[in-house]
């Protein structure tokens, strides 16, 4: 069973930067097929995707924030990362990481981590 953990901060004023880690067991994150997202949640606007990083360490962010986001990984120690620049409040949401595949020609979400609150507030 792979497990995903998301870790950061919960809670970040107007115009920081957040950072969240998603370490994960069971498994390498450069294992071929494999793909490392993070989707966020807003009461408002639902699931959101915002971006992966692929095992060959190639990166897609969603057009609408790919000027302020960045996502990396560590591959010695199977964590990815994600930073979003210049957050408002409206950013406000669960943030989770997840596992995704391609399987027979479609993309698959398959492991998700719990989620992390954050809260983007004065």
């Known amino acids: ?18 950072s969240l ?11 071929h097929s494999y793909y490392w997202n993070w989707i966020r949640q807003t009461p408002g606007r639902g699931l959101e995707w915002m971006g992966a990083i692929t095992y060959g360490g190639h990166t897609y962010y969603s057009p609408s924030l790919k000027s302020r986001t960045s996502i990396s990984r560590d591959t010695s120690k199977n964590q990815f990362t994600l930073q979003l620049s210049s957050v408002t409040p409206e950013e406000t949401a669960v943030y989770y990481c997840v596992r995704g595949q391609v399987v027979g020609g479609s993309y698959h979400f398959d492991y998700w981590g719990q989620g992390t609150q954050v809260t983007v507030s004065s």
């Open 1 to 18: 069973q792979v497990q995903l953990q998301e870790s950061g901060p919960g809670l970040l004023k107007p115009q920081q930067t957040l």
């Open 21 to 31: 880690t998603c370490t994960f067991s069971v498994g390498s994150i450069t294992t």
